[in-house]
């Protein structure tokens, strides 16, 4: 066990990698400067995990939660490897590996303060960061400094209004405690930075400056939002938060300056392109008067604010990089409605971010969720708030839309003059002027003409192309450097206390600052605006250094340490360098006036002057315009390219002229920066006459010299407030939630000062250990020694913790000149402070003093290992002899049962065969019942169906007849009728000839004998003798007569036929009717002779089926029994071969024990290791052997069940083809 504790809390060090920055590791073993550590191949760093024992345990039960679930993803498990590492390398500080901050189980202790961490380095601030993000946990504190972690989502439970409540009632409204740090009492937060600054300015009566400070995506922005809206709603004690206009337009303000000042970018969406310092006005309480008041603590009420901006990235108005945009300004104005953009300038309806040049194509309009047309309104909002409203907003909007314009300008060469440019988009050129309020003219000579002053004579040099371009593009960036200026100039108008605090307007304000400024940076490629971004952060890192040597001062002055000489890096040598006598500043100003100043010589010159300085480096590799500088945070070579240029940033006087002339309010003011500090400034008045002399006007308007005088400034009024620092980590690249990159958080570590930090609380005594822990560890070095005071207070633990490490550090004692001894400890109140390498030492005892006892433990327990090992021996002796014995007499059992069987089987066998002859037979006789009952109902069914032909055709003859009969005779009458008819027919025509004839006869005066009553013989006779004349009146009666009695006879013979006809007409629709019927008649027959026909079909194929089916039923029956018999004797083997099987079961299990008992008995007692081999090897190969042998259970098929052929997945058997088959035959059968 001890051994173990030595392990985990020793043996666990961090390595230097290349890949990784720090990787956990084991050391195996030391030699001198060489030391051989074991340590994990891992691929990526979501595999590398906090602590590679367990999950990281906290302190504190906030601080012990469970791993994230992205961790838990990336677990696989990973190769070990075995490294040589050079203890004497530059990575490892007094030639000794770092150790882990772990406990005796091997975890890692995280802790919230790393101020409390037994050993403070590099790879230790890493790991805690990293254990704590893995757990959503943020934010982390060493000592004063608040350091945060871009969580890369938004956690609701650290901004509640009962968190901000919470940080404000315990450090700030809470009675004064006595403790000395009050921080002791509640988690890191930045609500912890606000309310200490709120405190401090209430109570101490002293400025504070908050200063928040990161790389780019860090989450400076984000963060000082936060603590500008904690800081608003800190008014009393009740958490009350007070509402009005002042704290409106200041929390209003910050979305302001982003939109007009902040960009996307390749590391962040929303990211800030200038530095700033927001001064917090607050009207304070006297502390006397609160006193009288009854309140413990005085109240300062939130009056107004002053913002101060630096170094705006002007370039980026002009060009962007592809996957970048411009400021968000620009894009949020293009995505308004068009009813919007008109009010501004018609030029912008119906035109999007690809119409001008400046903006181009974006893949994103939306920003953290929230549109650009949103953003807009959002803007819109804001600036009515701080007062730009009406013609003031219409001429913003409108310089916005001056600078877009220029970007659509394009240049040409003159057609007269090639080296002359002209511009060739004139209708751009016109829209411009019209934006601008001025003449076209006037707007075209401006950006192609250049005014220069020889004398007293003035002359105008035209541009060519590229110049024309480049005065458009400077023009442009003044126009909108200008812009934002008077933005931030009306934002200061509308927050400040001195004109909009009312209440108490003449007071002396009380100022929190927060400083929101570029981290270190240090690219690929390093240019004038990465120097004076460096430049800036020197400044603050030498502040920060000296507020972080008062830090150490006070804690040993707690502990009761006498400070002795404390050693730390200063950065002086790097400040003199840039802003010395002959420091960069000036010889680049110098190069700026001279007239043929360049690039190359101001690198030529800052090389000679300042050879000597151990800053500035130049290799032999580098060329004419580079040049390095090693700073706080690393070195970094600059590209002096264009350094000149970007120095003197001046704007020509026909651009600066035509600028005035602007009818546009913001393009054409003077826009003077005012410093926001509350600083006493001397008047210019008082000032004496030879101090007012004019100085150059290019060095006093170069960009480093405003900016250093900026800075100066801006560290004059940090030095007089109590600084609170903030540092802003970015974890990993891909913007990820729970995952850090090593090698980016390290850097970003030393160029956050945080690693100088520690540097300078650990130059005298560099580890430093808790009371309790010294006790705990490293009693075990002096066995005489004992605790005085066991139970004692901390002055009594202090007194045992003193005499234990002079006696075991007694040899690092080293005594002086003046024979003063000098310790290799230093105990404190609360902790032990450790020189360099006495901690080191103590662990190396502690390693020693654990190896020797581990020989003594080792000792009894192979005594104890061996003694357990022979009896283990002989009792697998016995065991083994007692399982022989068992298996022979087995073995004589199972060829006994053997045989039983085998005469069982030869018994049952006789029986079967008997009983299948039996029923063979029964199923012949059933075959030929079948067949004959087949033949039976056949015959009778064939009888029956001739039978009822018969009765359907005498049925259907029947009930013919009759109705034939009546046709018949129907059709003879009417046969009769027709005869009739005709015959009187013919009758009439005659007579109607024959009265013809006599009328005709009449006229010719002949007799004519139109009707007579005699027989036919006397015709002739009549009518070959001669007529006797009558007379003519005679004649006509007698033939009037016979007219008269044929008109009669017509008559009636006309109705005769009428009457016929209608008979006639009756029977015909009779025959008509009765032609129907006996067609339906017809139809109906041979339907049913059809269905007969249909019936007799299906009978046959019933028929057939059926004999089919017997067939079927026949064959399943043998197939049955022959299955059943199989079964009986599949049965009967079964259960003699169960028995057996169990038995062989049993047998091999008692076997596999045995062997596995020696074995493990092997493996216990014996210590030769190749011994133990070849046992293994020789049970594997007797197991195998066992496994592999006769068993007496056979279980493949015998000869009789393979010629039976009975195979139930035989595809010739388809038991359910058969019962689909049956079942269709009754569904016909019993279907209606």
Known sequence: MASAVSENT??????????????????????????????????????????????????????????????????????????????????????????????????????????????????????????????????????????????????????????????????????VSQDLDPKSHVEPHVYETSSLAYRGLAVDGQNQSILVSGESGAGKTETVKILMSHLASIQSKNNQVVKSDIVERVLDSNPLLEAFGNAKTVRNDNSSRFGKFIQLQFDTEDPTYAAFSGKSIPSAVLAGSKCETYLLEKSRVVSHEEEERTYHIFYQLLAAPDNVKSTFWDGLSGKGNEEFAYVGYTDTDTIEGETDANRFQHTLEALSVVGVEGEHLRDLMRALCIVLQLGNLTFGPDPYNEENAIITSNGELEKLADLMGIQTDVVRKALTERTVSARNEVFKVPLNVEKAKDSCDAFAKEIYSNTFDWLVNTINEATCAETNYKENPKCDFGLIGLLDIFGFESFAVNRFEQLCINYANEKLQQKFTLDIFRSVQLEYEYEGIELGEVTYKDNADVLTLIEGRMGLISVLNEECVRPKGNDNAFVTKISAVNKDSEVLFRDRFFQDWEFGIKHYAGAVVYDANNFVTKNMDTLPDDLNECRKESSNSIVSAEIVRNIGSGRPKTPASTKRPDLLKKKSSIVSATVWTKFKNQLTELMANISETRTRYIRCIKPNTMKQPRIMQHLSTVEQLRCAGVVAAVTISRSSFPNRLLHEQVLERFMCLDKSYSRTHPNGDSSQIMEDVNELLSRILKSLEVEKDDGKVVKGFVCGKTRAYFRAGSLEYLENKRILAFGDLAKDIQRVVRGFVARTKYQKLRNTAIFIQAQVRRNAARQQ????????????????????????????????????????????????????????????????????????????????????????????????????????????RAEEGKTVVVYKDGNDKNDDSTQNQPSRPTGAAQLSAHQQTLMDESGKMLEYLRKEVFKLRSQNSQLRADFELLKENNQRLMDANASAGASFAALNQHAKQLSKTNIKLK????????????????????????????????????????????????????????????????????????????MNGPTGVDFTPTKNRKSSGINISSPGINIQGAQSLAGRFKSFLFSD
């Open 10 to 175: 020793t043996n666990r060090v961090y390595i230097a990698s290349d890949e990784f920055g720090w990787l956990p590791a084991k050391v195996i073993s030391t030699n001198g400067t060489n030391a051989t550590v074991q340590v994990k191949d891992y691929e990526q760093d979501l595999q590398i995990p906090a602590c590679e024992v367990s999950h990281a345990l906290g302190r504190s039960s906030s601080s012990s939660a469970s791993p994230s679930t992205l961790t838990k993803r990336h677990e696989k498990i990973v190769a070990t490897k075995e490294l040589n590492v050079d203890v004497s390398s530059k990575a490892y500080s007094d030639g000794v590996l770092p150790l882990q901050n772990v406990d005796q189980d091997g975890k890692l202790v995280q802790v919230e303060d790393m101020v409390d961490l037994g050993f403070l380095h590099e790879p230790a601030i890493l790991y805690n960061l990293k254990a704590r993000h893995s757990q959503g946990i943020p934010y982390t504190r060493t000592g004063d400094i608040v350091i945060a972690v871009n969580p890369y989502q938004w956690i609701d439970e650290l901004y509640t209004e009962e968190m901000r409540n919470f940080y404000a009632e315990k450090l700030v409204w809470d009675s």
């Open 893 to 1000: 059992f199972i060829l006994m049962r053997d045989a039983s069987i085998t005469l069982q089987c030869w018994s049952r066998s006789i029986y079967a065969r008997a009983k299948l002859v039996q029923l063979k037979r029964h199923e012949r006789a059933t075959r030929i019942q079948t067949a004959h009952r087949t033949a039976v109902a056949l015959k009778k069914f064939r009888k029956l169906r001739a039978a009822a032909i018969k009765i359907q055709a005498c049925a259907r003859g029947a009930r013919q007849r009759p109705l034939y009969r009546a046709a018949l005779a129907e059709a003879i009458e009417e046969a009769k009728l027709e005869n009739q008819l005709k015959m009187l027919q013919k009758k009439l025509e005659e007579a109607e000839a024959r009265r013809i004839e006599a009328e005709k």
């Open 1111 to 1186: 067939e079927d039923v026949a064959k399943y029956k043998k197939e049955s029994h022959h299955l059943s018999m199989a079964q009986i004797e599949l049965k009967e083997e079964l259960k003699m071969k169960q028995g057996t099987y169990i038995a062989e079961v049993h047998s091999r299990l008692s076997y596999q024990k045995a062997m596995m008992n020696i074995v493990d008995l092997i493996q216990e007692k014996c210590t030769n290791h190749q011994l133990v081999e070849q046992v293994l090897a020789l049970s594997d190969e007797c197991e195998s052997n066992y």
